[in-house]
């Protein structure tokens, strides 16, 4: 089992940054994402990473079109901890942000984002930005 737990969500003007942390706990995993859903929206990737040393792309992220150039997975993230560092936020990214992991590289793989890939969810936390 995993278990996830955000945290860093808050209100801030556009323009402004803001850094997310995801801890998890149990079992490793070999991806592990930060999606996020706006009220009436489907819910959508916004970035991706190999955390697994042992898969062949450990390390690897990926980004949205939507966010690439603005957030960041810091390649220094400390053990069972991934975080999502956020600049130049717009109003269009407020939303309740959730950190995902997935127990195959099946949910890093691909350009598009799947969230039926992964199995394990934090409750998120909320970004709001005016």
């Known amino acids: 089992h995993v278990q996830l737990v955000e945290s860093g969500g808050a209100t801030v003007q556009a323009g402004g940054s803001l850094t997310l942390s995801c801890t998890s706990s149990?079992?490793?995993?070999?991806?592990m994402a930060w999606f996020r859903q706006a009220p009436g929206a489907e819910r959508e990737g916004v970035a991706r990473?190999?955390?697994?040393?042992?898969?062949?792309?450990?390390?690897?992220?990926h980004y949205a079109d939507s966010v690439k150039g603005r957030f960041t997975i810091p390649q220094d993230n400390a053990k069972n901890m991934l975080n999502l560092q956020m600049t130049s936020l717009k109003p269009e990214d407020t939303a309740m942000y959730y950190c995902?992991?997935?127990?195959?590289?099946?949910?890093?793989?691909?350009?598009?984002?799947?969230?039926?890939?992964?199995?394990?969810w934090g409750h998120g936390t909320q970004v709001t930005v005016s």
């Open positions: 995902a992991a997935a127990f195959s590289g099946f949910g890093c793989f691909g350009e598009e984002f799947k969230k039926e890939r992964f199995g394990f």
């Open positions: 990473i190999y955390v697994s040393t042992e898969n062949t792309h450990y390390g690897t992220i």
């Open positions: 149990g079992y490793e995993t070999t991806c």
